[in-house]
């Protein structure tokens, strides 16, 4: 996964990935590419949850997929990447779903954004929305949340391979 920029709102969801992703299977340490200062981030994430783990170790289960694997790495998808960058990140790292947030400006739609990328990436692609959720397992499930801030969902759909 990728942390850039290391704001709040954009790296607070990788301890919750990485120990969800843990708890139902992944048996590989969860990869975070960032920049300059994503390895300490998730040294402390680590740290963080170090009691979590060792009690979750005692009781038996394979700790392998709790780690981090930090590399530094030279990007900036969150703030200043075009469709068409973003289109050719797609193509060259072969995504099952790309997905696009926290899109500037905000009045810009799914449909535009997929007409500016489709010339330089063919693959699945999503526009997320609000209280969205994208369930990543065997398969991508996509849920939308039904009312501001409801757990109950108005669709499911399993993302097109």
Same mark, same amino acid.
């Given at each position: %996964?990728?942390?850039? !920029? &290391?704001? #709040?709102?954009?790296?607070?969801?990788? !301890?919750?990935?990485?120990?969800? +992703? =843990? %708890? #139902?299977?992944?048996?590989?340490?969860? $990869?975070? =590419?960032?920049?300059? *200062?994503?390895?300490? %981030?998730?040294?402390?994430?680590?740290?963080? =949850?170090?009691?979590?783990?060792?009690?979750?170790?005692?009781? *038996?289960?394979d700790l392998t997929g709790a780690r981090f694997e930090a590399q530094l790495a030279n990007i900036s998808l969150a703030?200043?990447?075009? !469709?068409?960058? @973003? *289109? #050719?990140?797609?193509?060259?790292?072969?995504?099952?779903?790309?997905? #696009?947030?926290?899109?500037?400006?905000?009045q810009t739609t799914a449909e535009e954004l997929a007409e500016v990328t489709a010339p330089h990436y063919s693959g699945? &692609? &999503?526009?997320?929305?609000? =209280? %969205? $959720?994208?369930?990543?397992?065997?398969?991508?499930?996509? +849920?939308? @949340?039904? *009312?501001?801030?409801? @757990?109950?969902?108005?669709?499911?759909?399993? @993302?097109?391979?």
């Amino acid at each position: %996964m990728t942390a850039d !920029p &290391l704001h #709040y709102d954009q790296s607070i969801a990788i !301890p919750d990935i990485k120990l969800t +992703g =843990f %708890m #139902y299977g992944r048996r590989a340490p969860l $990869t975070v =590419f960032g920049p300059e *200062g994503i390895e300490e %981030m998730c040294d402390h994430f680590q740290a963080a =949850f170090t009691w979590d783990l060792e009690q979750r170790g005692l009781v *038996g289960f394979d700790l392998t997929g709790a780690r981090f694997e930090a590399q530094l790495a030279n990007i900036s998808l969150a703030v200043h990447t075009t !469709p068409e960058q @973003a *289109g #050719y990140i797609f193509t060259h790292t072969g995504p099952r779903l790309a997905v #696009y947030s926290h899109i500037i400006p905000p009045q810009t739609t799914a449909e535009e954004l997929a007409e500016v990328t489709a010339p330089h990436y063919s693959g699945p &692609l &999503l526009t997320a929305e609000d =209280f %969205m $959720t994208v369930t990543i397992g065997d398969e991508i499930v996509i +849920g939308s @949340a039904r *009312g501001e801030g409801t @757990a109950e969902y108005e669709k499911s759909d399993v @993302a097109p391979e």
